[in-house]
């Protein structure tokens, strides 16, 4: 049997339901156990999670009338000492941390931050630049993070660092790539047990195409099953990245950590002296605060930059007086100024979230620079899902939120979107389904909404009789069946890095995505990379899941888009209750459809509770039905066994029954829950490993 393929992976912010979708991330996550809780629940406090955001917003000292206030992200903490030193740009380092996911980035962060004394030892606290709630509580960096650290080096002088923490998973590369514009090196970190992995790669290739010094670190030499002399000659030959003056480190026991800032000091180019310039600065970061407004992180490239002084955003030319500048170390910090080479924030009462987008060049109003700095490419979204709020009064509130968000997830799209079945929500575009993931969460927590998620889909195109280009970006809006034409769907480049042993599993599995053998070579005698040309859709379900499980977690995975194919895909229509219910509908191989609709009726037979009549569910291409069930009429009610009970019990009981319907949405008269949204996401895992 051929497993189920569907273009659509569903999604719910059911508890059950994100972890399903984590569970579907399309590359390396591997999660780690949830960090103590202290700087997650002091940071909700400080800086206004769910509860506390509200009354922030009555503090709010900038007014933003005509704008919804939300707290910061919690990374961004005030005040902090006077630390930053001044020094000319040839004693200044811009660097990044690169590596694969967990091979110890934020760890080895620490130790920077704690052998240049940046944060003070009663304060730290493992992985300290991840502030986000949600960075804590999942182990994992979602945004990047930058510190400003003082060193004084063997050669007596006083360094000014810059670090620019990444994240490791490759929905979140687009963080990667724009905080490696910001630096002249980087420090490749590579887990000396575990050796070369997909992002490993992946991130190298980045820091080239920056032009960027890499220093190798191999990280974790601690480890028993660490094999430090392997993993640098699997550098040299993958990599091509002389090993001889590597570092070997253990992040978690601080060795090696005074040699790798001595290498950042000896080994990264300062940046280029054009103080004397017209002032042009690259914003790579910004965020909303309530008190202050917009406030962007940037790098300046050109010139110096005073508080006080008028400047232009040169792409949306909107003027405002620099209220305050500062650097974060990582708290942040006030300065007089900054020249080129520094990285640092500045506020100036920006209210329009618009005004100050990510990749625009700042310049001064007195002497502006002639022309922009080219900025960075858009990120493209590679899956889309609606986002619809449970009480439509919230909507415009879910509009001020994701423009917010926005401002701090460059790679965010999103549109209007009204559907019949929904109401007025977003079509929202993101990376992949954990970017999608922690979209959802960080507007359900930091903006106080209440979501539902439809079912995430590529990208199709689709050719009408007339010739005309569609491009569907939800099922619905492909065109009618009798003026269908064609469907094409996005492919990709898929290399996978694995030992050796897992090669035959691994392959078979890929066949029965679609996937089209290219290559494969052995990248050690042990280690072994195979390439497939995969359809998306198929990568970014359960992929990354059923690789891992075949590969007992040794493999890793990378993919990039290399363009359309035409296929034979159709759009399978389910029905409940006789009605249409357009979230459930997906676009899928013809192949599979049978199988997809089958086992999709099936699931949501056991997921939609039962009614007092009978409902039946099915699925269909077109008008012809390919599966059916039918959930029958509810007998009892939940007072039944309560008969001649206290009445404090059976208030408990409809409360109960209460909260388990208020995160419904009604469609028709069947009330179809959030979980139903994924269940396209468990048919691939099921029919997968009854393959197996
Ligand atoms: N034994 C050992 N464990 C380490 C070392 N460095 C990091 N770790 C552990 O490896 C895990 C991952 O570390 P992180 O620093 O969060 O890794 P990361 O690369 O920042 O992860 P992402 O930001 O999610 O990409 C944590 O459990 C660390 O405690 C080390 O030198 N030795």
Request: proline content about 5%.
């Amino acid at each position: 049997m051929r497993c189920a393929t569907t273009a659509a992976a569903v999604s719910a912010p059911s508890t059950s339901g994100r972890q399903q979708a984590h569970n579907a991330a399309v590359a390396p996550c591997r999660l780690r156990p949830r960090q103590q809780p202290f700087l997650g629940e002091a940071s909700a406090l400080r800086q206004g999670g769910r509860s506390s955001g509200k009354r922030q917003q009555r503090a709010a000292a900038v007014n933003v009338a005509e704008q919804q206030q939300a707290p910061a992200p919690p990374r961004k903490q005030q005040g902090g000492s006077s630390k930053v030193v001044k020094v000319p740009p040839e004693r200044v380092r811009n660097f990044s941390i690169i590596a694969h996911i967990d091979h110890g980035k934020s760890t080895l962060a620490d130790q920077l931050l704690i052998k240049t004394d940046t944060v003070e030892n009663r304060e730290m606290q493992a992985q300290y630049l991840d502030g986000m709630d949600l960075e804590r509580e999942r182990g994992i960096t979602i945004k990047l993070n930058t510190a400003r650290m003082k060193y004084v080096a063997k050669d007596g002088q006083t360094y000014a660092l810059n670090l620019i923490d990444t994240p490791g998973h490759v929905d979140f590369s687009y963080e990667v790539s724009r905080s490696l514009a910001a630096c002249e090196g980087c420090l490749l970190v590579v887990d000396a047990s575990q050796g070369v992995e997909a992002q490993t790669l992946a991130n190298v290739y980045l820091a080239l195409e920056n032009d960027l010094e890499i220093i190798p670190v191999l990280n974790k030499i601690d480890l028993p099953g660490a094999d430090p002399d392997r993993v640098k000659r699997e550098i040299e030959e993958v990599i091509g990245l002389d090993c001889s003056n590597a570092i070997m480190a253990s992040a978690k026991q601080g060795i090696g950590i005074e040699e790798i800032l001595e290498a950042v000091v000896e080994r990264i180019p300062p940046p280029k002296d054009a103080r004397s310039e017209p002032l042009r600065a690259l914003i790579f970061d910004s965020y909303y605060d309530a008190y202050k407004g917009v406030i962007v992180q940037f790098r300046v490239m050109d010139g110096e930059l005073r508080r006080g002084e008028l400047v232009k955003f040169m792409n949306t030319g909107c003027e405002y007086d620099v209220t305050e500048l500062g650097v974060l170390s990582p708290k942040s910090v006030e300065v007089e100024s900054l020249y080129a080479g520094e990285v640092g924030y500045l506020a100036a009462s920006i209210k329009q979230v618009a005004d100050a987008r990510v990749g625009d060049t700042i310049t001064l109003k007195r002497q502006p620079a002639a022309e922009a700095l080219p900025g960075y490419t858009e990120a493209m979204p590679m899956v889309f899902c609606g986002l619809f709020p449970t009480d439509a009064d919230q909507y415009p509130e879910l509009r001020e939120a994701l423009l917010k968000l926005q401002l701090n997830d460059a790679a965010l799209k999103f549109e209007p979107e009204v559907s019949s079945a929904m109401g007025f929500g977003f079509r929202c575009g993101f990376l992949g389904l954990l970017h999608m993931e922690i979209v959802q969460e960080r507007l359900e927590r930091e903006y106080d909404l209440a979501l539902i998620a439809t079912a995430p889909t590529v990208v199709f195109k689709a050719i009408d009789t007339a010739g005309k280009e569609h491009i569907v970006d939800c099922p619905s809006k492909l065109p009618p069946a009798n003026r269908l034409e064609s469907i094409s769907e996005p492919y990709v480049r898929l290399e996978i890095i694995t030992p050796k042993d897992y090669v035959g599993s691994i392959m078979e599995l890929a066949q029965q995505r679609r996937g089209e053998y290219v290559d494969m070579q052995y990248l050690t005698e042990t280690r072994t990379t195979l390439v497939y040309n995969m359809p998306l859709a198929e990568v970014v379900t359960d992929f990354f899941d059923a690789l891992k499980s075949r590969s007992r977690g040794y493999a890793s995975m990378e993919y990039s888009l290399t363009g359309y194919r035409e296929n034979d895909l159709v759009l399978l229509d389910v029905k409940i209750n006789a009605e249409m219910v357009e979230p459930l509908a997906a676009i899928v191989h013809r192949d599979n459809a049978y199988y997809v609709g089958k086992a999709l009726v099936k699931k949501l037979k056991e997921l939609i509770p039962r009614q007092q009549f009978r409902v039946p569910i099915q699925a269909a291409i077109g008008s012809r039905v390919v599966a059916s069930e039918s959930i029958p009429a509810l007998r009892k009610d939940v007072l039944a066994k309560c008969y001649g009970g206290d009445i404090s019990r059976k208030k408990k009981l409809l409360k109960k029954q209460a909260a388990g319907k208020k995160r419904m949405k009604s469609l028709g008269r069947v009330d179809v829950p959030q979980e139903a949204f994924m269940a396209v996401l468990s048919i691939n895992q099921a029919t997968t490993s009854t393959d197996d």
